[in-house]
C-alpha cells in the first residue's frame, strides 16, 4: 500500500493540488455500468472511483446491514430501495432539486417510499423477455410459441435461473399479478411451470453464447443480451404479447456513506443526458433520462423491443417485496427445481 | 502441575485455540446460534427462539408456522448419493493412475504431480465455463467425435446427469489423486512381491495387501473428496442446467433470494451432521476392515 | 536318475542403467541344485545374485535361457504359480495382519479350509520356536522373531525350493550366528532345497553345502564351502572368501606331485600340486592361518604385530624382497617382536596353486 502510494505520488500530486484527495465507493452489480462513464466522471471532477460488485440485493442488503463497508452509493432495484428506505439505511439527497433533475420520466420514480426523489435517482431500467434463433424458430411473439419451439423443432430453449423470473413468467401465464400473494396462485404458476419443465434444457444465466453457436434455439434473459445480437441478425429480442416483467435500480446514497458530496456529485453527473446516453449504448436497456433517449446509437433507438413505448410499456410489470409471502415462492421454486 | 508449568501450556496451546476458534468453532457456533432463531423479515434473524427450521426439515412443523416437506430430506440425500458417485468414481480412476505413477522415475513422477496440481492455476469457474464449451452439441468434443466418423448425432451430454458427474469427477480428482498417491507411493514394494510369492493371485494380493494396506490414503482422499463435493452447487449449475436442486443451492438460495437465514442455516447444520455421520461409519468400516485379522 | 530340482542354463537379463548404459545383470549363467541341497549365491553387491534369485522367484523375467523346475520350463510363470517361496531381506511381513494370518496367507489364497490352515500355521510356528505369538502383529515382534516369522510363513506351504535374500543382513553379529546355524537345522529337517544369497562369506562358509561365487553377472566358482577355500580357481575368490596370501611366483620344478615355486624375492615354496608345467607363471595362495613360525620355511623380518586378543596378526616382510606375508597365530606361546626375524612353516598340502592371471 505504502509503496503504490509512493510510486503513485509524482503522478496524483498535480491533481492532488487542485483537488483535495476526493474518492467515491461505488457497490453495483456486476457489468452494470459502463466503465466510460466512471473515467469520464473522474477527468471532469477529479473524484477517484472505486467499483466492487454485487450479484443479488439481498447480497448487497445483508453487506450493507452490517454497516462500516465504507460505500457511498449502491444500485437497489426498486422493491430492495423500499426496504432499505424502511429499514433507515439510505440518506437523504434532495437530488430532486438539482438543475437536470427535470430529465427524469416521473413515470420511473417508483419506490414507494420515495414519489418525490428526495433519496435515489433513477438509474436504468430494462425489460426480460425471450430471444431466440429466427433461422430455427421463425418469427415467435410471446411464451406460448417459445414452449412449443422444442416440440416443433426439437431444439432446446432455456429459463433464467431466478426464482422471481421464473415465477413471474408462470403468474403472467396463469393470469395473476406477479406479485401475488395468494398461495393458490403462486402454486399454479408453479405448476405451469412444472408443466413445461419437460422441456426446458437448463436454468442459467449464461443462454446468450450458446444460442449464437446454436446450441440453444431460444432464450428467457434480460434486454443486456441485444449486445449479442448486433452482430447476428439471426438473434431477435422480443416482449411477449402475454406480458413479461421489468426491473430498475436506483441510485441510491448510504447514511453511513463517507464522501456523501462526492456521492451527491456523481448523481448531478449521470443526469446529464450525454453520460445516461453513453451508458445505454454499452448496457443496452433503458433509461428514465427522456433527453438521454434521443442521442442512444440507432439499433437501440428504432428498436421498439429496448426502446419501449407506450404499449408495450402497459404489458411490463415490476417486482415489488413480497414481505412473509416470500416463503411461498421459495416452496414453488423448490417444488419447480426438483420436479421430475 | 506447577502454576509455572500450567502457563507455559496455557501459551503453547493459544494458537492452537485461536486458530480453532477464528476458523472453526466462532462460524459453527453462529450457524448454529442461528439455526434455532425467528427469520427476520428481510434477512438476519431475529432473537427468539424457533424450532420449525429443523421441523419444516425433519417433519414436526404445525402446518402454519411452519409446513413440513420432505422434499428437503430428498435434496440432502440426492445431495450424499452425488457425492458419494464422486468419490467412487475418483477412486476407481486415481487408484491405477497413482500406481503407475508411483511407479514412474522421479522426474517424470514430479512431472505428473505437477499436472494434476496445474488445474488449481486456473478459477474453477473458468474451468467449468472451458467443459460447458467442450460438451455443448456444438463444441469440441461433439466436432472431433463427429469429425471421426465415431458418431453422426452430437452427443447431448451438456445439462444431463453425465455431465454433473464429469463435472464432479474433473474438479475432485486431484483431492482424490494426491493422498491416494502418497499413501500408495510409501507402500513397500515387497508385500506385493511377497503376496505374489505366496501364491496370490493379482486380484487376491490387491483385495488382501495392497487395497487394506492403502485404507488411509483411500480414507483420506474420500474424506477430502466427499466434504465439499456434498456442497457443491456450481457444477450442478453450471453443466447439469440447474434442473435438480442441490443442498449448496438449496442453502444459498435461503441466504439470498428467500431471506431465511436460520432456515438455511438449520440446513447446514443437518447436512454437516449427515456428512459427520456418512464419515464416521465409513471410516470405521474402512479402520476394520484394514484392521481385520 | 532323476533330474536337478533346478536347472539354469544360459540365463541372462540385462537392464539399461539410468545414463542408457546397458548392463549385463545375469551374463550366461548355468546352475543346477539338487533336492535337499543348501546353496548359497555369494559375491559382492551388483554381482547379479539378487537378480539371479529374483528370476527364480518370478519377479524378473530373463531374456534368453531357461529355468526349469523339476524339469518343467517355468519361465514364462507369474511369481504366484511357481512353487517356490522367498524370505525377503525386509521379511515383508504384512503389517495389517496378525503373525498367524501372515504365517497363513500361502494357505488362504488357495482355499485351504481354515481347520487344516490353522493346524500347519501352529505347526510351522512351532518350528520356527514362535508356538505363543500367532496373535501378535508384526510390529509387536524383535527383528529376529520377525525373521523368524518369515520363515514360517515361507515354509508353511511345502514349496519345493525356499529362496532366502540376504535373511540375516538386518540382525545384529550374535543373532546372526544363532540364526545361521537355526537356519541349517530347519533346513535339514524340512529337507527343502535352500538358495541363499548373501555377500558373507562366513555365512557362506557355515551353511552351505555348495557355494557359487559370482562377479559380474557369471558364476565365478561352484562348489562344496572348504573347496571353495582352499582351491580358489581365481585370485577374485580368493580374495573374496576371507584373509589371504597370494604370492606371484614361477614354477621351477615338478617332482612326485610335489611342485618347487620360485617367489619374487628368491625364496622356494613348496606346494603339493600336480600338471604343473616348469617355467609356467602362477599364483600360490596361502592362508594367513597355515602359517606358524617353524625350523624351515620362509624367512622374513616381522614388520608389525597386532593383538587381538584370541588371534595375533604379523606382517612379514620375506627375506629377499616380494609383498609382505600375513600371518595369524592363533595360539602364540612367544610374541615375536617387531623388527625380528623369523621363519614361517607351512604344510605344502594346504598351499594352492593358480594359473596366473586367473
Known amino acids: 500500500m505504502k509503496t503504490t502510494l509512493i510510486c503513485a505520488l509524482p503522478f496524483i500530486l498535480g491533481a492532488a493540488t487542485a483537488h483535495a484527495e476526493e474518492t467515491l465507493a461505488i457497490y453495483n452489480w456486476g457489468d452494470y455500468i459502463n466503465p466510460e462513464v466512471l473515467t469520464k466522471f473522474t477527468q471532469e471532477t477529479g473524484i477517484r472511483v472505486t467499483l466492487d460488485t454485487y450479484s443479488a440485493n439481498e447480497e448487497m442488503l445483508a453487506k450493507v446491514q452490517q454497516g462500516g463497508t465504507g460505500y457511498d452509493i449502491v444500485f437497489p432495484s426498486v422493491w430492495m430501495e423500499d426496504i432499505m428506505l424502511k429499514l433507515g439505511l439510505l440518506e437523504r439527497t434532495d437530488i430532486d432539486t438539482a438543475a437536470d433533475f427535470g430529465n427524469i420520466d416521473p413515470q420511473f420514480q417508483r419506490a414507494k417510499g420515495d414519489p418525490e426523489g428526495h433519496y435515489c435517482l433513477p438509474y436504468a431500467w430494462g425489460t426480460v423477455g425471450i430471444f431466440y434463433n429466427e433461422d430455427v424458430t421463425g418469427p415467435i411473439t410471446g411464451w406460448a410459441d417459445f414452449f412449443a419451439i422444442p416440440g416443433r423443432t426439437g431444439k432446446k430453449i432455456t429459463l433464467l435461473d431466478d426464482m422471481r423470473e421464473v415465477l413471474g413468467m408462470g403468474l403472467i401465464m396463469t393470469g395473476a399479478p406477479v406479485n401475488a400473494t395468494d398461495p393458490g396462485q403462486i402454486q399454479a404458476a408453479a405448476q405451469y411451470v412444472i408443466s413445461h419443465k419437460k422441456d426446458v434444457t437448463a436454468f442459467t444465466y449464461e443462454s446468450m453464447p450458446l444460442l449464437v453457436s446454436g446450441d440453444i434455439a431460444a432464450a428467457h434473459y434480460f434486454v443486456g443480451g441485444n449486445m449479442y445480437a448486433v452482430d447476428h441478425p439471426n438473434i431477435k429480442y422480443i416482449i411477449p404479447e402475454e406480458g413479461a416483467t421489468m426491473y430498475q435500480e436506483d441510485i441510491c446514497v448510504l447514511k453511513d456513506a463517507p464522501n456523501k458530496a462526492a456521492a451527491r456529485k456523481f448523481m448531478e453527473f449521470y443526469l446529464t443526458p450525454e453520460i445516461a446516453a453513453l451508458n445505454v449504448a454499452q448496457q443496452f436497456n433503458g433509461t428514465p433520462n427522456r433527453p438521454a433517449n434521443e442521442l442512444t446509437p440507432d439499433f437501440i433507438k428504432s428498436n421498439p423491443n429496448i426502446n419501449v413505448q407506450g404499449d408495450t410499456m402497459a404489458r411490463l410489470q415490476i417486482f415489488e417485496d413480497l414481505g412473509p409471502a416470500l416463503k411461498a415462492y421459495d416452496r414453488a421454486w423448490n417444488a419447480i427445481r426438483t420436479a421430475q | 502441575m506447577t502454576h509455572r508449568q500450567r502457563v507455559q501450556l496455557f501459551l503453547l496451546l493459544t494458537p492452537v485455540t485461536v486458530f480453532l476458534g477464528v476458523f472453526f468453532l466462532i462460524p459453527l457456533g453462529t450457524i448454529a446460534v442461528y439455526s434455532l432463531l425467528t427469520p427476520g423479515l428481510y434477512g438476519g434473524v431475529e432473537w427468539s427462539f424457533y424450532h420449525w427450521n429443523y421441523g419444516r426439515i425433519f417433519g414436526w412443523a404445525d402446518g402454519i408456522t411452519e409446513v413440513f416437506e420432505p422434499v428437503y430430506l430428498h435434496i440432502l440425500l440426492r445431495s450424499l448419493g452425488l457425492a458419494a458417485a464422486t468419490v467412487a468414481i475418483c477412486l476407481v480412476l486415481c487408484y491405477p493412475v497413482a500406481f503407475w505413477v508411483a511407479g514412474l522415475a522421479p522426474r517424470w513422477r514430479m512431472l505428473f504431480l505437477f499436472l494434476i496440481t496445474l488445474p488449481f492455476f486456473a478459477s474453477l469457474i473458468v474451468r467449468l465455463y472451458a467443459w460447458l464449451l467442450l460438451l455443448k452439441p456444438s463444441g469440441l468434443l461433439n466436432t472431433v467425435l463427429m469429425g471421426l466418423g465415431v458418431i453422426t448425432e452430437p452427443l447431448d451430454i451438456l445439462y444431463t446427469p453425465v455431465a454433473v458427474i464429469l463435472g464432479m469427477v474433473y474438479i475432485f480428482l486431484p483431492f482424490m489423486f494426491l493422498p491416494l498417491f502418497a499413501s500408495i507411493d510409501t507402500l513397500d514394494r515387497s508385500l506385493i512381491e511377497a503376496s505374489g510369492d505366496l501364491g496370490a493371485r493379482p486380484v487376491q494380493t490387491l483385495l488382501k495387501v495392497v487395497l487394506p494396506m492403502t485404507v488411509p490414503g483411500i480414507v483420506a482422499g474420500g474424506v477430502i473428496v466427499f466434504i465439499p463435493a456434498v456442497g457443491n452447487f456450481i457444477v450442478p449449475d453450471v453443466l447439469g442446467g440447474a434442473k435438480g436442486l442441490m443442498t449448496g443451492n438449496l442453502i444459498e438460495q435461503q441466504f439470498l433470494s428467500s431471506r431465511n437465514w436460520p432456515f438455511g442455516s438449520a440446513l447446514a447444520m443437518v447436512i454437516m451432521a449427515l456428512v459427520l455421520g456418512v464419515l464416521l461409519v465409513f471410516s470405521n468400516r474402512a479402520r476394520r476392515a484394514g484392521g481385520r485379522t | ?358
Open chain 3, 1 to 358: 536318475m532323476p533330474g536337478p530340482l533346478l536347472e539354469i542354463r544360459a540365463a541372462r537379463r540385462s537392464f539399461t542403467t539410468p545414463e542408457g548404459r546397458d548392463f549385463a545383470a545375469l551374463d550366461g549363467i548355468d546352475l543346477r541344485v539338487e533336492d535337499g541341497e543348501f546353496v548359497t549365491l555369494l559375491g559382492p553387491s551388483g554381482c547379479g545374485k539378487t537378480t539371479l534369485l529374483r528370476a527364480i522367484a518370478g519377479f524378473e523375467q530373463i531374456d534368453d535361457g531357461v529355468i526349469r523346475l523339476d524339469g518343467a520350463d517355468i519361465g514364462p510363470l507369474p511369481p504366484h504359480r511357481r512353487p517356490v517361496n522367498t524370505v525377503f531381506q525386509s521379511y515383508a511381513l504384512f503389517p495389517h495382519m496378525s503373525v498367524a494370518r501372515n504365517v497363513g496367507y500361502a494357505l488362504e489364497v488357495r482355499g485351504v479350509a481354515r481347520k487344516s490352515r490353522e493346524a500347519a500355521v501352529t505347526e510351522a510356528l512351532a518350528k520356527v520356536g514362535l508356538a505363543q505369538f500367532g496373535a501378535r502383529r508384526p510390529a509387536q515382534l524383535s527383528g529376529g522373531q520377525r525373521q523368524r516369522v518369515a520363515l514360517a510363513r515361507a515354509i508353511v506351504a511345502q514349496p519345493r525350493l525356499l529362496l532366502l535374500d540376504e535373511p540375516l543382513s538386518a540382525l545384529d553379529r550374535n543373532l546372526r550366528q544363532q540364526m545361521q546355524i537355526e537356519l541349517k537345522d530347519l533346513q535339514n529337517r524340512l529337507g527343502i532345497a535352500f538358495v541363499f544369497v548373501t555377500h558373507d562369506q562366513e555365512e557362506a562358509l557355515t551353511m552351505s553345502d555348495r557355494i557359487v561365487v559370482m562377479r559380474a553377472g557369471r558364476i565365478e566358482q561352484a562348489g562344496p564351502p572348504r573347496e571353495i577355500f582352499r582351491a580358489p580357481k581365481s585370485r577374485f575368490v580368493a580374495e573374496f572368501i576371507g584373509e589371504t596370501n597370494l604370492l606371484p611366483a614361477v614354477v621351477r620344478a615338478t617332482v612326485g606331485g610335489m611342485a618347487e615355486l620360485s617367489l619374487e624375492g628368491g625364496q622356494v615354496l613348496h606346494a603339493r600340486a600336480d600338471s604343473l608345467r616348469p617355467g609356467a607363471k602362477v599364483v600360490a595362495v596361502l592362508r594367513p592361518t597355515d602359517l606358524a613360525p617353524a625350523e624351515q620355511g620362509l624367512a622374513g623380518i616381522v614388520r608389525r604385530v597386532i593383538y587381538l586378543g584370541a588371534d595375533l596378526h604379523l606382517r612379514v616382510e620375506p627375506e629377499g624382497g616380494g609383498g609382505e606375508i600375513g600371518v595369524i597365530l592363533r595360539d602364540a606361546g612367544r610374541v615375536p617382536a617387531q623388527g625380528e626375524r623369523i621363519v614361517l612353516g607351512y604344510d605344502p598340502a594346504r598351499v594352492h596353486v593358480m594359473e596366473a592371471g586367473a
